[in-house]
């Protein structure tokens, strides 16, 4: 499985649609799941991954919980998952997550969370 393939269907295992930063289709519907596609391989140096969750609710209980799923999925020590070539190494970033607001509706919420990847792939 390509990299690309490995971190979407990492980023595709949380119960609402996945899609690249670059990729979100315009008739998207909440909520869903966004993240930057970066790569690099054995030796280049961590690279940061953003990933936003976007929710339409009134609720903070619910875009919270899912960022605390996304948390206890990647745990403290990182999630290794598996990639042609070797594995990509999913850590916490710091901050860790981000509460914000949109400007265009107060029921549209967003956390944004940082996630750092070190490739352990031939290329």
């Known amino acids: ?32 799941l966004t993240y930057e596609l970066i790569t690099s391989a054995w030796g280049g140096e961590p690279v940061g991954l953003t990933v936003n969750l976007w929710f339409y609710t009134t609720s903070e209980a619910v875009p919270n919980a899912k960022a605390e799923e996304l948390s206890e999925a990647i745990s403290l020590g990182g999630k290794i998952i598996p990639c042609d070539g070797g594995y990509i190494w999913l850590k916490r970033g710091t901050p860790w997550c981000q509460s914000l607001s949109d400007e265009t509706s107060p029921t549209i919420k967003r956390r944004y969370i940082n996630v750092t990847a070190e490739y352990l792939t031939k290329n």
């Open 1 to 32: 499985m390509t990299k690309a393939a490995s971190l979407y269907q990492f980023f595709s295992s949380f119960g609402m649609p996945a899609y690249t930063a670059t990729s979100v289709p315009d008739d998207v519907t909440f909520p869903y």
